[in-house]
């Protein structure tokens, strides 16, 4: 913990964090803030104190929806895609690049604080006769794989038949 950084929690203290949070700024730049914790302090509140884990998720997920609208300035804004060079304008490639790159990390963080709203879905259907459709994440895939994998394993040990392989009139 750095020099006279207060490590006690108070509501007023926490409220004021998460709403610091929640206007965009990030934990690392509220905690340089003269008069407030360290960054390691507040992340050990949000893990082990029930009054502020809420307040705190909710910040994050209140500044990934700033992000969004974020992202759609970032990509109308044009005006510094060109330089005015000795014989006329140019594309500046790099600023271009850079945008992209502003775009694609607010993306990335949104998909990971928001996975349910943000994040890659993945799609499963079933057959004409027995539709079944699926939004997931990824993780959930992953996971829902594992357990059928598991599944279908304690099952062979027990010497059932276990047909993985769907024809094309039942698939």
Partial sequence: MGRGRPSSYTPALAETICEKIASGISLKDVCKTEGFPD?????????????FR????????E?????????????DHARNDYMEREFGKVVD?????RSRLRIDTRKWLMSRILPGKYGD???????????????????????????????????????????VEADDETA
């Fill in 39 to 51: 960054e390691k302090t507040v992340r050990i509140w949000a893990l082990t104190r029930e009054d």
């Fill in 54 to 61: 809420p307040m705190y998720i909710r910040a994050r997920e």
């Fill in 63 to 75: 500044r990934a929806e700033r992000w969004a609208d974020e992202i759609v300035e970032i990509a």
């Fill in 93 to 97: 490639h790099e600023h271009i690049n």
């Fill in 121 to 163: 879905k993945i799609e499963l259907a079933g057959n004409r006769d027995n539709p079944l459709v699926i939004e997931t994440t990824p993780r959930d895939m992953s996971k829902a794989l594992g357990l059928i994998i598991e599944e279908v394993r304690a099952r062979q040990i027990e010497g059932e038949v276990v047909d």
